[in-house]
């Protein structure tokens, strides 16, 4: 019984000196430039849960704690805007039993992540669903609705949780809706880029140019992911970790390279 005290009092004193350190680290990458706009293709939940022998539905669940603490992290480094791709349209092709355990996890995280004293709550965060949202079971559009609600007066910063999205549906929606304005307004002049970015899902959140794209688990595309936002000056980045297991240390080369590039333009 004492040596199991004395195990965990050592664990909580390691934990403890490691949240310090990095704290002390997210303090020196904030004394330079910081990003307005992250985002985030959290990969590799499946195959970091297949590599730890586990089921993959504790993969997606480890991923999404993961993304709250890497959440957290941009919240502490002064990021404006923090977008997520959670699921693709295209994941719907997968098992049924998989998109089911995905859905039920989405819903408890919406729910969990509007709580008051929360983390969106705690840092001043508005939550936007960001894509085909009618394509959701009605529970989880529900939690969605919830949490868009609870948060919208939040006004610190941006958390774009995409899902279920692709990049082709949101420019196709934003190129109805800039045709559907001219006709409504009887319009007859041509449509610019600069209308059909003002429809983009993520231009109505109000979020910031897009920065910074990381893709983690080593895979090298964007898979239908802000294909407009970052097609003039967004530093891609490509990780090995898989998600799961994606944290600060693999983030600090990232930020720095991204200080490096603002500084050279100095």
Known sequence: MLLQLISSSLDWLRDQATAKAQ???????????????VAFILDGNRRYARSKGMHVTQGHTDGFYN???????CMKLKV???????????????????VNALMDLAEAKLLELC???????????????????????????????????????????????????????EITTAVHSAVKAHVENDDDTDITPEEIEGHLMTSIAGSPPLDILVR????????????????????????STYWPEFGLLDFVPVILDYQRKVWSKA
Request: glycine share 4%; charged share 25%; hydrophobic share 40%.
């Open 23 to 37: 704290d002390a680290l997210i303090s020196v990458l904030a004394a330079g430039p910081i990003p307005q706009h």
């Open 67 to 73: 993304l709250r603490k890497m959440l957290e992290i």
């Open 80 to 98: 404006r805007c923090v977008s997520a791709y959670a699921f693709s349209i295209e994941n719907f092709k997968r098992s049924p039993e998989e």
């Open 115 to 169: 709580q008051r004293g929360d983390l969106l709550d705690q840092y001043g965060i508005r939550l936007v669903v960001v894509g085909h949202k009618d394509m959701l079971p009605e529970r989880v559009l529900a939690a969605a609705e919830k949490a868009e609600n609870m948060t919208k007066h939040n006004d610190k910063a941006i958390f774009n949780l995409c899902m279920p999205y692709t990049s082709r549906d």
């Open 216 to 239: 983690s688990s080593g895979v090298k595309r964007l898979s239908d992911y802000l294909l407009w936002q970052c097609s003039e000056d967004t530093q891609l980045q490509f990780s």
